[in-house]
């Protein structure tokens, strides 16, 4: 049984971008959907335009904004994760999506309760989500990265 072959995100800076890299650090394929013209917000919290993000597998939106490509990876997914605030406009479009296409979710857990949600569910394709580099907490993409790495090793089978 393969559980977790797939890691996707949106790409934003932040969260996003800390579950894309670390699933590439760990050997696990990766994706999803990038807003329409590759927009991530940078530190400054200007909006530019990232089509890096393709090196990672994810494919440019057809349609502008941020909503359209949240939805379409939660969709996409076995099941969500969020880091961060989950009260921010980002945290609860992608719980409510969740909630409203029947989709698992998990919110801010530890990397041991990561692992087990992952396995209890059969998760195979992972939407990882949560606040951007830019908002609430500019320590998001070393937290995430960090609890990721822990919990994607902690699947692997051990030699």
């Known amino acids: 049984?393969?559980?977790?072959s797939k890691v996707i995100s949106g790409g934003q800076t932040g969260a996003d971008k800390a579950g894309l890299d670390a699933a590439f650090e760990c050997g696990?394929?990766?994706g999803g959907w990038a807003p329409?013209?590759?927009?991530?917000?940078n530190a400054s919290g200007?909006?530019?335009?990232d089509p890096s993000l393709a090196n990672y597998g994810l494919k440019e939106f057809p349609k502008p904004g941020y909503p359209p490509r949240t939805k379409a990876n939660i969709q996409d997914s076995d099941g969500t994760v969020?880091?961060?605030f989950d009260q921010s406009p980002g945290g609860r479009l992608t719980i409510n999506t969740a909630k409203r296409l029947g989709k698992?979710?998990?919110?801010?857990?530890?990397?041991?309760?990561l692992s087990e949600w992952i396995l209890e569910r059969e998760i195979k394709v992972l939407n990882i989500?949560?606040?951007r580099l830019s908002s609430f907490n500019p320590d998001i993409y070393d937290t995430t990265y960090m609890i990721l790495i822990e919990a994607f090793n902690q699947l692997s089978p051990s030699d």
């Open 28 to 30: 696990i394929e990766t």
């Open 46 to 49: 200007e909006n530019v335009s």
């Open 129 to 131: 989500a949560g606040n």
């Open 104 to 113: 698992p979710f998990l919110i801010n857990p530890t990397a041991p309760n």
């Open 82 to 84: 969020w880091f961060g």
């Open 1 to 4: 049984m393969v559980i977790l």
């Open 36 to 41: 329409k013209g590759w927009l991530i917000q």
